[in-house]
């Protein structure tokens, strides 16, 4: 089992920025995979940025905003968030896909809130 504690969120002005942080407990491995989703009220869960050895990701919306990083011996994985605007405005969820010979789990954390206002 793995679980997932995300601290960071709050409020921020626009042009703002944070940065989220998502620590797992478990067994978590650099080739598994660690990201951040998000979801607005009223829309559907959105992919931002994910992260494994050699390969990141990031949704259009974030891309040259948003960087993901992580830190393998504490098992963290980081969105530091810069420009941020009212539409970044969302719950933001971390995410582990562990892959094992025996097969893929996925575990998401509770959430934590971004409000971009002024």
């Known amino acids: 089992q793995v679980q997932l504690v995300e601290s960071g969120g709050g409020l921020v002005q626009p042009g703002g920025s944070l940065t989220l942080s998502c620590a797992a407990s478990g067994s978590v491995f650099s080739s598994d995979v660690m990201g951040w989703y998000r979801q607005a009220p009223g829309n559907e869960r959105e992919l931002v940025a994910t992260?494994?050895?050699?390969?990141?990701f990031y949704a259009d919306s974030v891309k040259g905003r948003f960087t993901i990083s992580r830190d393998n011996a504490k098992k963290t994985v980081y969105l530091h968030m810069n420009s941020l605007a009212p539409e970044d405005t969302a719950v933001y969820y971390c995410?582990?896909?562990?892959?094992?010979?025996?097969?893929?789990?996925?575990?998401r954390g509770k959430g934590t809130l971004v409000t971009v206002s002024s």
């Open positions: 995410n582990v896909r562990v892959s094992r010979y025996y097969g893929d789990s996925e575990y």
């Open positions: 992260i494994r050895t050699g390969r990141i």
